[in-house]
């Protein structure tokens, strides 16, 4: 094995954006790029996702939407930084994969609108990043629109998401009367200069704020020091505490600030844990895991990819691995990286960095592919899905042909598979987002010749059974679906939170949670 610098070991910082949509993801990632120099230009990210879509036709899904349903990875370099910007999907196209994505990162930035705070969306993500206690650090955007007050903005957050705050820089005015920030962190003012549409900046007191505009931010930082957060480095890390930004992604108030600071405060590769203990980024060793699988990217190559998020050591074009989970060596051919959603061979990959390679179909989501064949990675879970449907079984003739495409779409996790708890002959499916579904009819339609008909059931939530279930005799009262997975294990099917609070009540030694182990 080649031994690389310690630095490329270390300085990759891999996150993802979590927000709910028009908060302004996109936005905010073009500038990203625009000041890492991924990109030359503002309007590339929503250009080249145009384009995408008219070069593409390996999925009418996404012309006919109009969206992407694939994720990519976007990789630039900033302040001797190797930054993975993982694009997780958002809109309609919400799906497992978006909280698969946040397995691969290590810290997320959480963007909210400033006039709306913590809404729907960022608070189901949050609560994955939530469990794995990754550093969370916060983007108030839109400020140059009428928002709410920085003070309650940071209780949102506080009372929504159990999560402290400290500000790391502070408005005077907004919209219309938006003067620039405060930045706690150097004691400088960064000045709005509107008709130049630039920053500058300046010490407070060459600043030029008015009496008025000077007392209000001298009382709120007053404030902030008397009854805020002291900076608690350790519950940062634990995601405790949330280091919240002011600005505006689109007219690009304090973006650079917010990028330099974030890339300061953002671990680097963190260590992951496998059955012997944890795998350290700087191990000689390669590792990684699959954390997603997308089949037919391109159409010219009907192939599949498998995404790996590299953890331990150097990958190198060709390496041969152990492949944990088929017992198999196998050399990692043309591994890709993506780069602004172009993809490249890459030679080299480091830990926190992103690969594709070619699936000949034998990976799962969750596999471990290493140097060091006794290490197997732990801990990357299966999510509650949040729609269901039953298969219409009517294809009787081209049953094998069903039955290969349902085992290969659910191995590639576009969909969980249930089945009755008596043994009947029914078939449940479960997804994230209702999207999934219609990707599941389509590939199982285009690659597999089976038109499947589906009817949706009314449940919306699944809870794995700590233990065996018969003993709590579920009446036709609890209205509960008692089912198994893939593996099995007893899955409760449930209408809604308050539904599971019911059946919670009746039975009182229940014990249920909301994610289970891959395998
Ligand atoms: P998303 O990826 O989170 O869904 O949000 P996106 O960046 O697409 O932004 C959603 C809308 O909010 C867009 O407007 C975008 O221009 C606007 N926006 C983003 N950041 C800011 C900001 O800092 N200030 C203001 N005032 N608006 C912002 P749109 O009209 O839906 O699209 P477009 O026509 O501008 O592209």
């Known amino acids: 094995m080649m031994t690389a610098e310690p630095a490329e070991l270390l300085n990759g910082r891999t996150f993802a954006i979590i927000s709910h949509p028009d908060a302004g993801k996109t936005t905010l990632t073009e500038k990203l790029l625009l000041f890492g120099g991924a990109i030359r230009e503002a309007g590339a990210v929503k250009a080249r996702r145009a384009q995408q879509h008219a070069r593409s036709d390996w999925m009418a899904i996404e012309q006919e939407r109009g969206i992407s349903v694939t994720s990519t990875v976007l990789q630039f370099q900033y302040d001797g930084f190797r930054v993975n910007l993982l694009d997780t999907p958002g809109h309609q196209d919400f799906s497992e994969d978006t909280y698969r994505t946040l397995m691969a990162a290590d810290s997320v930035v959480m963007v909210l609108d400033g006039a709306k705070g913590v809404e729907e969306q960022t608070l189901k993500l949050y609560q994955v990043c939530h469990r794995r206690a990754m550093p969370v650090v916060t983007f108030v955007n839109k400020l140059d629109r009428e928002a709410r007050s920085p003070w309650e903005i940071l209780e949102d957050i506080e009372q929504k998401l159990g999560m402290r705050t400290y500000p790391m820089n502070w408005p005077v005015g907004m919209g219309a009367i938006f003067r620039g920030l405060y930045d706690r962190t150097e004691g400088v003012f960064e000045l709005f200069d509107r008709e130049a549409r630039q920053f500058r900046r300046l010490p407070l007191d060459e600043a030029g704020l008015t009496e008025d505009e000077s007392a209000a931010l001298e009382e709120d930082l007053l404030l902030l020091t008397e009854a805020g957060e002291s900076w608690d480095e350790a ?32 671990p680097g590769p963190r260590p992951r844990p496998v059955e012997q203990g944890w795998v350290d980024p700087t191990a000689e060793n390669f590792s990684g895991f699959v954390f997603k699988i997308q089949a037919n990217m391109n159409p010219n190559h009907r192939d599949r990819v498998a995404f790996i998020r590299v953890c331990s050591g150097v990958f190198d ?39 594709g390679v070619h ?27 949040e729609h269901f449907a039953e298969v219409e079984l009517q294809y009787t003739l081209k049953h094998k042909q069903y039955q290969r495409g349902l085992d290969q779409l659910v191995q590639e996790g576009v969909l969980q598979r249930f089945r009755p ?70 899955v409760l099917l449930l209408e809604d939170e308050r539904h599971l609070e019911r059946v919670l009540e009746r039975h009182p030694g229940l014990k249920v949670t909301d994610s289970a182990p891959l395998s």
């Not at 519950?235 to 600030?257: C, D, I, K, P």
């Not at 196998?330 to 490249?344: G, H």
């Open 235 to 266: 519950a940062f890390q634990r995601g405790e505490l949330t280091a919240v930004y002011f600005g505006s992604a689109m007219a690009n108030f304090g973006v650079e600030t917010f990028l330099r600071g974030f890339l300061r405060l953002a």
């Open 317 to 355: 074009r060709n390496l041969e691995v152990f492949h944990r989970q088929s017992g198999r060596r196998l050399r990692l051919s043309a591994p890709q990286q993506f780069l602004a959603q172009d993809r490249n061979i890459v030679d080299r990959a480091y830990p926190g960095d992103i690969i």
């Open 359 to 385: 699936d000949p179909g034998i990976f799962h989501i969750g596999d471990t592919v290493t140097t060091e064949p006794r290490w197997e990675f732990i801990g990357f879970p299966r999510f509650s899905p």
């Open 421 to 490: 708890d008596d043994q009947g002959p029914q078939v449940y499916l479960g997804v994230v987002g209702p999207l999934q579904f219609e990707v599941f009819q389509y590939r199982m339609h285009h690659e597999y010749g089976v038109d499947v008909r589906l009817r949706s059931l009314p449940y919306r939530i699944a809870r794995w059974v700590l233990a065996e279930p018969s003993r709590w005799e579920f009446g036709r009262f609890d209205r509960v679906k008692l089912v198994r997975d893939d593996l099995g294990r007893p």
